[in-house]
């Protein structure tokens, strides 16, 4: 979700800044005095729009993935618009089985940590990534397309009108109070600026971006791996009691690509780079990361009438709404 209207000094450790916006339910992790702050240093996520219409259609020759309940996204409709994959990647996603439902309604989510886990389980369970018949991981993700993925798979699991999670929105002229429905057609893509844009690199598929002061700089929005190392270095500096570099966990994940390379001495090694940046490279980095969000806008919006209907973007029963239907009215007899 973009906000880059805001204070950016304000705001440097909510990382993208967007799960505060869907979930607005976390708190501070049991046991844990210091988990707020880690919260406002890494949490983010990020929305777009995937094509469903074609989960719902018969077709007479279905393939044997569709067969085996396999369904392949296309790339085109994430936030990212698959622009930092390898070209010939293919994501296929199905239906959360009952135990995997099981496993994700025991989510805490009181506990950031906790609720992290449980996405992350849905989305590697349900989600495989293929390139040239070889199998990628989940974690090669991009953290923002990770929301849509979770909303299409629960689309193929409750499939039926009553399980869809209903928001109360209105029109912008008259005002009338409309039903909006939380669903990938009606999320709002942000727009990377045109300036940053205008650096992307088709052949590397990533952001390399030319500056005077700071030489050639490859950076692109994190994926699931590396936030997930992130996670374990905030936590390590955290049980350890050692003071956080706040601008350096703003901008680590922007500049750490490969999670699989992103262990401590790693992100040691990189923290010991950052501090060797002058004043003008470190403020390009910063500013280039604060305008590389991708995602969706804090609102929903659906034509209603001729005119525009928003509602807020939320999960009016907590984050496992998602696949805990909170409305039994549609069950009961």
Not at 133 to 146: A, G, I, Q, T, W
Request: aromatic letters at 6%; proline letters at 4%.
């Amino acid at each position: 979700m973009s906000d880059n209207n805001k204070n950016h000094d304000s705001d440097a450790m909510k990382h993208l800044d967007a799960k505060d916006q869907i979930n607005k339910r976390t708190q501070e992790e049991p046991n844990s005095g210091e988990t707020d702050a880690m919260i406002d240093e890494i949490s983010s996520a990020g929305l777009g729009k995937v094509k469903m219409d074609k989960f719902s259609q018969q077709r007479p020759d279905k393939s044997a993935d569709e067969m085996l309940g396999w369904h392949t996204l296309d790339k085109e409709t994430l936030p990212s618009k698959g622009k930092f994959y390898p070209t010939d990647l293919i994501i296929q996603i199905r239906s959360a089985k009952a135990k995997e439902i099981r496993h994700f309604s025991t989510m805490d989510e009181n506990n950031y940590i906790d609720m992290e886990d449980k996405l992350n389980s849905i989305v590697e369970s349900c989600t495989q990534l293929t390139v040239d018949n070889k199998k990628l991981s989940y974690k090669d993700l991009l953290e923002e397309d990770r929301i849509i993925i979770l909303l299409s798979i629960r689309d193929l699991s409750f499939p039926e009108p009553e399980n869809k999670i209903i928001l109360k929105g209105k029109t912008e002229k008259t005002k009338r109070q409309v039903d909006i429905e939380l669903a990938v057609k009606n999320l709002v893509p942000s727009v990377v600026p045109a300036e940053i844009e205008a650096y992307y690199s088709e052949r590397e598929r990533t952001y390399v971006i030319k500056t005077r002061s700071a030489g050639t700089i490859r950076m692109q929005p994190p994926t699931i791996g590396v936030m997930q190392e992130i996670t374990q270095y905030l936590k390590d500096r955290q049980e350890k009691e050692v003071d956080l570099d706040r601008a350096f966990v703003q901008v680590l994940p922007y500049i750490a690509d490969d999670w699989r390379k992103l262990n401590l001495p790693g992100i040691f090694n990189l923290e010991v780079d950052y501090k060797s940046w002058d004043e003008k490279k470190f403020m390009v980095i910063y500013r280039l990361a604060e305008k590389m969000k991708i995602g969706v806008e804090t609102t929903l919006e659906q034509e209603y009438d001729g005119e525009i209907a928003t509602a807020p973007l939320d999960f009016p029963g907590g984050i496992k709404s998602l696949f805990i239907i909170s409305d039994l009215a549609g069950e009961l007899l």
